[in-house]
């Protein structure tokens, strides 16, 4: 039996679903179906078990691990393997673990977090059981110039950690109980990330804070208005009034159009879930698109599905 993760769907995998002696190597292929290719180690040699919850919310994925104890390691040979870059948070829920990256190592106990950089070899230890919350976001979406200063730095009390792992354990549990809105709290979300990351780099650069107050009026100004199929990069720079220049700093290379076809489709994707009832014509207006043949084309080429196929294959998650 092999692990698969949609990283757009909640998902969850569990050891129980193989034979005791199977266990150990099907959880070796859940953590990297879940996050980026990695290699386990047992601990010792008693009966492994281990549960994997993932929600993704927009280009936020969140999963929580519970397991016993192993030894996690990215290497370079597995880096080389993969194309996508991403920027990790451990929030540590119960138990401890280490997290080892660029020369420190950082031991968290329950309420504190630390990061990690997929494109970097890193390592993660727990001796003894646990439980995590991963916290999972390509680089691009984040406003970071350097990660090298901030990996493995544990935030805990006194520190913007404290916050930052109530958010997203709560942000978590209620998109894991069919909460759709939280896909309106992605720029809040990535800005407590950013500046969390910021605060655990020290001397790493941190945007100015006019940027990143305007970063934010923008991706809430795409959140309240994509169902209007008329929005355009100026348009967008009016109402912020930010300039085009300053606009896609903040939306990033791929530009504006790009980045409010990935937030339609992720509001597709809710709404075709959630609303089994309402035709794909009317999700397609609801989410800014033209028609329905340009809806079609757009959610076939982000996930490799039709909407009815999408519907059909998840409309029943969370149920």
Known sequence: MRATVDRHTYAQLSTAEVAEPDAFAYWREMICATFVRLTADRVDERPFSGLIEHVPVGEIEMTTVQAAGQHVRRTRALIADDTEDFLLASIQIAGSGRVEQDG???TLSAGEMAYYDSTRPYALHFDDPFQQ???QVPKHALM?????????????????????S????????????????????????????????????????????????????????????????????????????????TLYRIIGGAGVAAQLRRMRIEHARALLVSAPERPVSAVAAACGFNSESGFFRAFRAETGRTPVAYRRDYGTVGQ
């Open 104 to 106: 420190r190592t950082a």
């Open 133 to 135: 919350l991963v916290v």
């Open 144 to 164: 970071l110039h350097n990660t090298r200063k901030l990996t493995a730095r544990p935030l805990g009390l006194g520190t913007p950690g404290t916050a930052v």
């Open 166 to 245: 109530a958010f997203f354990r709560s942000l978590a549990e209620s998109t894991k109980s069919g909460d759709t809105s939280g896909a309106f709290l992605v720029p809040h979300a990535l800005g407590l990330l950013s500046a969390a990351a910021s605060y655990a780099g020290q001397r790493a650069p941190v945007a100015p804070a006019s940027e990143a107050m305007a970063r934010q009026r923008v991706f809430d100004f795409l959140h309240r208005n994509l169902a209007d199929p008329t929005l355009n990069a100026d348009a967008v720079a009016r109402a912020c009034h930010v300039s085009r220049r």
